[in-house]
């Protein structure tokens, strides 16, 4: 079944102590992006990545690291996660092109106390 | 700056009614605009995607109108469903945004269908 797949769906933990929430993806898409979506905010592009080792800052890029070493897969890093990161978030992805529908995965729910 | 707009926030209509979902942009060079579904604890599943120069796309009993030129969209549902209930999003693919592969998010109409 074609997906996209994040890891871990919740997780409640403390400033400071870093986390990386997984995505990947089994579509061959190039295109892959984070979004977190905020009560009265939508949905905010956090990195975007065109392809194996190209990222790029999406709005809201601050407090946040990816890496892209492998065509599947994409992951968010909170180095120092801060309670303003409370939020969810979603990996997407398409192919290329840019008239390509993007497919999303369930979301995470990060609560940081 | 792209901006997208979703009128009503919420929406609450009996079963069986036809309905219409609005969705506005604020500039017009797009490349597509995507409808999504989003349930509850879950992700977003698309519904519709209209390129630019396209008019309208329908699947079943939805079917999503674009008005380039006037920075606007409705998604129409007919014969509501209690199924139906969710959130509704509109995103729009800019030509001048992140490279044109950024899709900026209107914040979404909850729509609820009562028996």
């Known amino acids: 079944e074609a997906q996209v797949t994040q890891n871990p769906r919740y997780l409640i933990t403390v400033t400071g102590k870093k986390l990386t929430v997984t995505c990947s993806q089994n579509m061959n898409h190039e295109y892959m992006s984070w979004y977190r979506q905020d009560p009265g905010l939508g949905l905010r592009q956090i990195y975007y990545?065109?392809?194996?080792?190209?990222?790029d800052k999406g709005d809201v890029p601050e407090g946040y690291k990816v890496s892209r070493k492998e065509k599947r897969n994409f992951p968010l890093i909170l180095e120092s996660p801060s309670p303003n990161q409370t939020s969810l978030y979603f990996c997407a992805s398409s192919f290329g092109g840019r008239n390509q529908p993007q497919h999303f995965g369930d979301g995470t729910r990060l609560s940081i106390l | 700056k792209q901006e997208v707009t979703q009128i009503p926030a919420a929406l609450s209509v009996p079963e069986g009614e036809n309905l219409v979902l609005n969705c506005s942009f604020t500039?017009?060079?797009?490349?597509?605009l995507q409808w999504f579904r989003q349930d509850p604890g879950k992700g977003l599943t698309s519904l519709l995607l209209?390129?630019?120069?396209?008019r309208e796309q329908t699947s079943g009993r939805l079917n999503a109108s674009l008005d380039k030129s006037s920075g606007r969209s409705t998604l129409y549902i007919a014969a509501s469903q209690p199924g139906d209930s969710a959130t509704y999003l509109c995103a729009v693919r800019s030509t001048l945004t992140g490279g044109g592969n950024k899709l900026t998010f209107g914040t979404g109409t909850q729509l609820k269908v009562e028996l």
């Open positions: 209209i390129q630019s120069s396209q």
């Open positions: 500039d017009s060079a797009i490349y597509n």
């Open positions: 990545s065109m392809n194996v080792e190209v990222t």
